[in-house]
């Protein structure tokens, strides 16, 4: 069994202060991730995946795990079968958008990159799944279970997929973006690549940006990532929500880390890779 690799501890690069429920950077590790802020082993940019974290857009999101992965404290995927099933499906629906728009997306290659296309960006990173040059439009591209459709149809997309979308319009000056979602059965994501997506619901949801209102939220992203990271303490963490991603914490060496991991896998919370 493979044990993810981690390379920070609890007493080693930081400590968990259960009185104000924070984690606390060491001194030394607190200097090296702001000499070195944006680039390797200093703290990490924002990319779009966290501002709906740190916006807190729902009861589920919590800027304390995102505090954590800024400082290279990142807890593992469990299970990646919702990843790979979105790996495996998203060119196949890229095919089916520019068939659709009669555009070609320009897509960015993650090594190439180095996961991030906007390096110039002080505080914000990522790689945007397509764009449309032809007709200034990001497409975003979503895999989920089709469970979800009755309640994204009524309530609308997640928040934290719309802020996504809408960072990488802004960042590549396009007034426009969709998100396309295949919704996938059960059964699916146990082998991705046979699934036929002819016969799969995919939905392609439209927006316009509405900057000023992005602007005030990449503001608020702005002033709280200068603020955790001067400080080199995180957000108040919560118990219930940050549960697993605590019990990562608390382990003090490598002895610990994947005595905790073989638990979670004998209880099902992890799938190994083999």
């Known amino acids: 069994m493979i044990v993810p690799k981690r390379l920070c501890y609890n007493n080693s690069h930081y400590k968990l202060d259960k009185n104000t429920k924070t984690l606390v950077l060491n ?30 857009v729902d009861n589920f999101k919590s800027p304390f795990a995102v505090f954590g992965r800024l400082c290279g404290v990142a807890m593992p995927v469990l299970d990646e079968k919702y990843i790979n099933a979105g790996v495996i499906l ?27 296309y906007f390096k110039d960006n002080k505080f914000f990173g990522g790689l945007p799944d397509g764009y449309s040059k032809e007709k200034n439009l990001i497409i975003e ?14 309530y609308g997309l997640p928040k934290n997929y719309l802020l996504q979308a809408q960072l990488y319009a802004y960042l590549m000056k396009a007034d426009k973006y969709s ?33 000023p209102k992005l602007e005030d939220n990449l503001k608020k992203v702005e002033d ?38 073989c638990k979670w896998v004998e209880e099902g919370k992890a799938v190994p890779k083999c």
């Open 141 to 154: 591209i979503k895999t989920t279970n089709v469970k979800n459709i009755e309640n994204w149809e009524k």
């Open 224 to 261: 709280w990532y200068d603020k955790y990271t001067k400080l080199g303490i995180s957000p108040e963490w919560n118990d219930s929500i940050d549960a697993d991603y605590l019990e990562f914490l608390e382990c003090s060496n490598k002895e610990e880390w994947e005595k905790l991991y």
């Open 27 to 56: 001194k030394e590790y607190h200097k090296q991730l702001l000499d070195n802020a944006g680039k390797f082993g200093g703290f990490k940019k924002i990319t779009a995946t966290y501002l709906g974290d740190i916006l807190k």
């Open 90 to 116: 998203e060119p196949r629906i890229r095919e089916k958008i520019e068939e659709s728009l009669g555009s070609h997306l320009e897509t960015y290659d993650a090594k190439e990159y180095n996961y991030d």
């Open 179 to 211: 998100i396309v979602v295949l919704f996938l059965e059960d059964d699916d994501y146990k082998d991705p690549a046979s699934v036929d997506i002819n016969k799969r619901h995919l939905k392609n949801y439209r927006f316009t940006l509405d900057i």
